[in-house]
Each structure stands twice: as structure tokens, then as C-alpha cells.
């Protein structure tokens, strides 16, 4: 049996899946909420952002990996406009009904598939950009997925990853002061739960830095990755291309 990491403690495989399920279960009614609480809405810029880079055109096709409530797949589908397609997936079912439910109420109809990041049901050379937003962290196998993402890729298109990332120095002390006292004690006030928020904030330092993951990129199988530093490092948008 392997070991990865929970957070900062180190678990079986097996269950950092039901652990990971069990956080996002159970945050899944106050996820837009908090998001907006944690990041004083500047998570709505981080997404523009992410989907501006993108250089998705209309009538192109883009997969939204572990795309919860939909985000991305809403700025997506105003850039694909009604010739194009996008699919949102989400390994949790809690999540995917928020985000189901949400295109629905803006009007869009677009495939929802429930499905492992791991594991994507499409076939290779599909899909014009694929894209995953604040989910790679929590995927256990983080290699396997960006694998998955690039052969699910056309030649020339591209993925895009927007993830908390390595904060530059000087703001590191405020940082886990925010991360570690701050957070848990919103996450208990908004959404009656310390635990998941305190494992949102392990989760975020035990993620690759942005070196690391732009060659974890590489290694996938992708060209020309390139990252861009949001916030002072809070977050960082990469991307790369097939070639």
C-alpha cells in the first residue's frame, strides 16, 4: 500500500480519496461563499484571467477538469459561443450538482460527467484547451492527471492550471497567519466546518511550487509552459501547449 499526503499528514491512497471527497461533500452548499469570504473576490480576476490566456475561440471544444461549481465553465462557454462545446467534470457528485445547477440558472446546457481526473472517459486529440482550477492539490496522483489532460488535447491546443502556489517572501509570515489562524475559524463561522478549511490550507503548502509543477508539465508531455504569478504568488495560471 502507498502513502501520499492528506494536508500535512501522510495517509494511504485510499484514503486521501475518501478524505478528499468527504472535504468537498461537506463544503460543496458554501464553496461560492467561502471562495468569495477567502479571497475577497479575487478569485473571479484569477479565473478571467485563466480563461483570457486560454485564447479559446468561439465553436472550439474545452474540458473543465474537477471544475465544481462551474466557474470556468461558464467564462468558457461565453467564449465558445453556441457552435462550440463545454464539458465540466468533477470527481465529487456534492460539487457537480452545485455546478450542474448553476449553468443551468445562466441558461447554459452543456455535458456534466462525473469522472476521475486520473481517469478522463474521452478520447485522445479531443478537446481544444483542458483546463483545471484549484483542484490539481487535492488529485492524488497529480502525474496521471496532466498526463490524462494532455492526450485528451488536440495538437496545438493547450492546458491551463490555476493553483494556489509559493507566495512570494516577504508575504509569507502574514500568509500563514491568514492560512492557519484566520481560515479555519471563517470556515467554522460561514460553513460550520474548521476541519476541511484547515486541510484547504495544509493542502496548499504541500503543493508544487511553481518551477515544479511547470516541469511536472513538461514531463506530461507538454511545450512551451509558461507560468504567471497572481497576487504576489498566491495563485499562479500555467500553461502549456501540444505540440
Given at each position: 500500500m502507498t502513502d501520499t499526503h492528506f494536508g500535512f499528514e501522510t495517509v494511504a491512497e485510499e484514503e486521501k480519496s475518501r478524505r478528499v471527497a468527504g472535504v468537498f461533500t461537506s463544503v460543496a452548499g458554501k464553496y461560492d461563499v467561502m471562495n468569495d469570504l477567502m479571497s475577497a473576490g479575487l478569485h473571479r480576476l484569477w479565473k478571467r484571467f485563466a480563461?483570457?490566456?486560454?485564447?479559446?475561440?468561439?465553436?472550439?471544444?474545452?474540458?473543465?477538469?474537477?471544475?465544481?461549481?462551474?466557474?470556468?465553465?461558464?467564462?468558457?462557454?461565453?467564449?465558445?459561443?453556441?457552435?462550440?462545446?463545454?464539458?465540466?467534470?468533477?470527481?465529487?457528485?456534492?460539487?457537480?450538482?452545485?455546478?450542474?445547477?448553476?449553468?443551468?440558472?445562466?441558461?447554459?446546457?452543456?455535458?456534466?460527467?462525473?469522472?476521475?481526473?486520473?481517469?478522463?472517459?474521452?478520447?485522445?486529440?479531443?478537446?481544444?484547451?483542458?483546463?483545471?482550477?484549484?483542484?490539481?492539490?487535492?488529485?492524488?496522483?497529480?502525474d496521471a492527471a496532466l498526463i490524462e489532460m494532455c492526450r485528451v488535447l488536440k495538437p496545438g491546443g493547450c492546458v491551463i492550471v490555476l493553483e494556489f502556489s509559493k507566495i512570494a517572501k516577504p508575504l509569507e509570515k502574514a500568509y500563514d497567519f491568514y492560512s492557519f489562524k484566520l481560515l479555519p475559524k471563517i470556515g467554522q463561522l460561514v460553513a460550520n466546518d474548521y476541519d476541511s478549511y484547515r486541510y484547504l490550507a495544509e493542502s496548499i503548502r504541500m503543493h508544487p511550487g511553481q518551477e515544479e509543477l511547470k516541469q511536472m508539465m513538461v514531463a506530461a508531455g507538454l511545450s512551451r509552459v509558461e507560468y504567471f504569478n497572481l497576487t504576489g504568488g498566491v495563485v499562479a495560471v500555467h500553461r502549456g501547449y501540444k505540440f
Open positions: 480563461v483570457g490566456i486560454s485564447g479559446v475561440r468561439a465553436g472550439q471544444r474545452v474540458l473543465d477538469v474537477a471544475g465544481g461549481s462551474a466557474d470556468l465553465s461558464r467564462l468558457f462557454l461565453k467564449e465558445t459561443g453556441s457552435n462550440g462545446q463545454v464539458v465540466l467534470t468533477d470527481i465529487n457528485s456534492a460539487m457537480l450538482r452545485v455546478g450542474r445547477d448553476r449553468l443551468l440558472d445562466s441558461g447554459y446546457t452543456t455535458p456534466v460527467t462525473q469522472c476521475d481526473a486520473e481517469h478522463l472517459p474521452f478520447p485522445d486529440n479531443y478537446f481544444d484547451c483542458v483546463s483545471i482550477a484549484f483542484g490539481l492539490r487535492n488529485v492524488t496522483h497529480k
